[in-house]
C-alpha cells in the first residue's frame, strides 16, 4: 500500500514551550505566588526547577531535534519594584537565550505570560490607568536587553485567559466571577478555586481589561520597534472554536461568539503583529457533537481544529507559528496522535496557502498548571516532583521522528 506523505516547508521551526512561573521555581513575587499563599490556588514551589537546570533541559530538547523553543521572561524578576530593573534577572535570561543558541535552538520569547508583580497587580493590575504605559516600558527594557540574543518577542499570552478566567469565571487572580457563571459551559471551567468575590462588575472588567490589553500591546510594540525595529514582534492568541449544526440560531450564536471572542479583540492589535502566535486547546459546537476521547483535564481531544483557528487568523495576512497545542495525558496514550492530528490541521492550512512557519507544543516538562496545579501533566517530559528527575515519554519519540522527517508519514 502506497503511504501518504505530509511534509512540511523547509527551514520549518519544531519544538516545545514553557513559562516561567510554571516551570522555574522560586518565584515568590507575583500574584500567582501570593494567591498559592491564600490558598486559591495550588502551591508552586520550586517547580521544575528550570531557573538552575535549563542546560538540562535544553539538552533534552536538542537531543529531540527540536529547533525552537519558546519561553517567558518573568516580569517580577525583571522589575521587582515599580520602575526599577535588575540587572542580575536580565543576565540570568541572557544566559539561558545563549544557552539555546550553542545549541541551535531558536528562541521565541514571550514578554508576559500571565503573571503580574505584586506591585502592579496590587495598584490594580491592568485596570490602572496607565497600565499600557507600564508594560510598553517594561517590554522596550527586555528588547533592549536581550534583543541582541533574539529576533522573535511575543507581547503577551493569551489576553482572554486573563480576562475570562480572572474577571468572568474567577479561577485565577483577581478572582471576580459573573454571577450565574457556575451554569454556564465555558471552557476550562474544571479548575479548582476557593470561593471568589462575585459581581456584575466583572462584565464590565472583562471589556475594561480586553481593551487594555489590546492599548498595552499596541504601545508596547511602538516602544520596542524604537529600540530595536528588525525584531519580530507578536501576539500570542488563543482561539476558541465554535461552530454549529445547522440551526440558525445555533450558527448566528457561534458567529457571535467568534466575533467576541477573536475577532473584536484582533482587529484591534493586527496592524501593530509582524507575526501572529497562535494557541488552540477548545472546541464548541453548538447544537451537540460527537463525544471524542477526554484527556485528564476533561478536555475533548479536537486537535485537528487548529486547522480552524489558522484559518480565522489568516484574515489578517501576517506570518503565523502555532504556539501552543497540547495535552494532558499522564499516561501518554494520547499525545503521539494528538501531535500528529494537530499537524495534519497545520499541514491543511499551509497547503491552502497560509502562511505557518513553526509548530511549538506544549509543553516541554510537565510542569504547574494553574490553577489545576501539577496534577495534569502535558509534558513531552514526565518530571518526577519529588526528585526533579526527568524522563522522555514515548511520544516524544514520535514527534522527534516527524521533526526529523520534516512531515508526517502515514
Not at 43 to 49: H, K
Not at 81 to 91: H, T
Not at 292 to 314: A, C, F, H, M
Request: aromatic share 14%; hydrophobic share 35%; with cysteine.
Amino acid at each position: 500500500m502506497n503511504k501518504q506523505t505530509y511534509k512540511f516547508p523547509d527551514g520549518f521551526f519544531w519544538g516545545a514551550g514553557s513559562s516561567s512561573y510554571q516551570v522555574e521555581g522560586g518565584i515568590e513575587n507575583n500574584d500567582w505566588a501570593k494567591a498559592s499563599q491564600e490558598g486559591r490556588v495550588p502551591p508552586c514551589g520550586r517547580a521544575c526547577d528550570h531557573y538552575n537546570r535549563y542546560e538540562e533541559d535544553f539538552d533534552i530538547a536538542r537531543s529531540l531535534s527540536h529547533n525552537a523553543h519558546r519561553f517567558s521572561i518573568e516580569w517580577s524578576r525583571i522589575e521587582p519594584e515599580e520602575g526599577k530593573f535588575s540587572q542580575e534577572a536580565v543576565e540570568h535570561y541572557r544566559r539561558v537565550l545563549q544557552a539555546l543558541k550553542a545549541r541551535g535552538i531558536e528562541p521565541y520569547i514571550t514578554i508576559w505570560h500571565f503573571w503580574m508583580p505584586l506591585w502592579f497587580s496590587e495598584s490594580g493590575g491592568f485596570k490602572r490607568k496607565d497600565s499600557s504605559q507600564i508594560f510598553a516600558r517594561y517590554a522596550r527594557y527586555v528588547v533592549e536587553q536581550l534583543g541582541d540574543l533574539a529576533t522573535k518577542f511575543s507581547t503577551i499570552n493569551e489576553p482572554y485567559s486573563v480576562v475570562v478566567n480572572g474577571y468572568v469565571r474567577g479561577n485565577w487572580p483577581p478572582f471576580y466571577e459573573v454571577p450565574l457563571m457556575s451554569f454556564v459551559d465555558l471552557p476550562n471551567g474544571n479548575a479548582t478555586k476557593q470561593v471568589p468575590k462575585r459581581s456584575w462588575r466583572g462584565l464590565f472588567d472583562f471589556f475594561t481589561v480586553a481593551n487594555k490589553l489590546a492599548d498595552a500591546h499596541n504601545e508596547a510594540y511602538d516602544a520596542i520597534k524604537g529600540v530595536r525595529p528588525e525584531v519580530d514582534v507578536s501576539i500570542v492568541f488563543q482561539v476558541f472554536i465554535w461552530e454549529a449544526n445547522n440551526n440558525p440560531i445555533n450558527k448566528l450564536l457561534a458567529k457571535l461568539q467568534t466575533w467576541n471572542m477573536t475577532t473584536r479583540f484582533m482587529n484591534k492589535v493586527a496592524n501593530r503583529c509582524d507575526s501572529i502566535g497562535v494557541n488552540h486547546y477548545f472546541y464548541r459546537r453548538l447544537g451537540g457533537s460527537p463525544k471524542r476521547q477526554v484527556s485528564d483535564t476533561g478536555w475533548e481531544l479536537y486537535p485537528e481544529k487548529i486547522y480552524n483557528s489558522l484559518k480565522i487568523l489568516s484574515r489578517y495576512k501576517k506570518p503565523m507559528y502555532v504556539a501552543e497545542v497540547g495535552v494532558a495525558d499522564a499516561d501518554d496514550k494520547y499525545r503521539s496522535e494528538y501531535i500528529k492530528n494537530a499537524l495534519l490541521g497545520v499541514h491543511r492550512a499551509i497547503k491552502e496557502g497560509i502562511n505557518v512557519k513553526g509548530f511549538l507544543y506544549w509543553s516541554l516538562l510537565d510542569n504547574y498548571e494553574l490553577a489545576l496545579g501539577y496534577d495534569k501533566r502535558f509534558g513531552l517530559v514526565e518530571v518526577n516532583y519529588d526528585t526533579l528527575e526527568r524522563k522522555i515519554r514515548p511520544s516524544a519519540y514520535v514527534y522527534k521522528k516527524i521533526i526529523e522527517d520534516n512531515g508526517i508519514v502515514e
